[in-house]
């Protein structure tokens, strides 16, 4: 709880088994002295089990600086905060808040073997998205800025309860929310 973040570039939390760095390289989360690292940004991740690991963000504000990636991939995502006021312009304000300004924020939930890899622009599952569940509860996720930014979500399920997806832009054509869920009704 109320965990702040404060980095000078792109961040990315994940509980894959490994990153695959540029060409060649590779950091194995499981068998650390098999890695070749490299100085390459992350280009995928790769998980080996059919559970990933969960992530969850419980009444913290997350932030990047301008035109960076703000990453949460792994097993089940649970992103939770408590409503606090409502602005001058009536929109809510909560205790989670994920931000990205004019840059990219990307929420994968894996839920079986798979690798997730990304660009600027899009996203690649190497699997059918047999992902597993994303719920957010009182939380803001904003992209907003001078050009907007890009929001993506995949998951099975996605559960938003009192959130707010943001991507407004200032003065130029803004980016995208992007999400693509699984729904399985038994």
């Known amino acids: 709880p109320n965990a702040r973040l404060d980095v000078q570039g792109s961040f990315h939390a994940s509980t894959a ?3 695959r760095l540029g060409e060649g390289g590779r950091f194995d989360a499981r068998n ?18 059919d559970n990933p690991a969960p992530i ?7 932030s990047v600086p301008k035109a960076q990636t703000l990453s949460l991939i792994g097993g089940d995502l649970m992103m ?15 205790s989670a808040y994920l931000s990205a300004p004019s840059g ?3 929420l ?13 622009s899009k996203l ?16 803001s996720m904003d992209v907003s ?29 803004g980016g995208s929310i992007d999400i693509e869920v699984n729904i399985l009704l038994r």
């Open 32 to 49: 650390p002295s098999d890695s070749i690292l490299t100085v390459a940004p992350i280009e995928s991740f790769g998980f080996l089990t």
């Open 124 to 139: 690649k599952l190497s699997t059918e998205n047999q992902g597993g569940s994303i719920t957010s509860i009182n939380t």
């Open 104 to 106: 990219q924020l990307n």
């Open 145 to 173: 800025g001078d050009r907007g930014g890009q929001i993506f979500i995949r998951s099975g399920n996605l559960e938003l309860i009192n959130g707010v997806l943001n991507a407004e832009t200032i003065n130029q054509d």
């Open 56 to 62: 969850t963000i419980q009444e913290s504000y997350l």
């Open 108 to 120: 994968i939930s894996q839920a079986s073997r798979s690798e997730v890899s990304f660009t600027d």
């Open 80 to 94: 939770q905060g408590e409503f606090l006021f409502l602005n001058e312009l009536g929109g809510p304000i909560f």
């Open 17 to 19: 088994d490994y990153l």
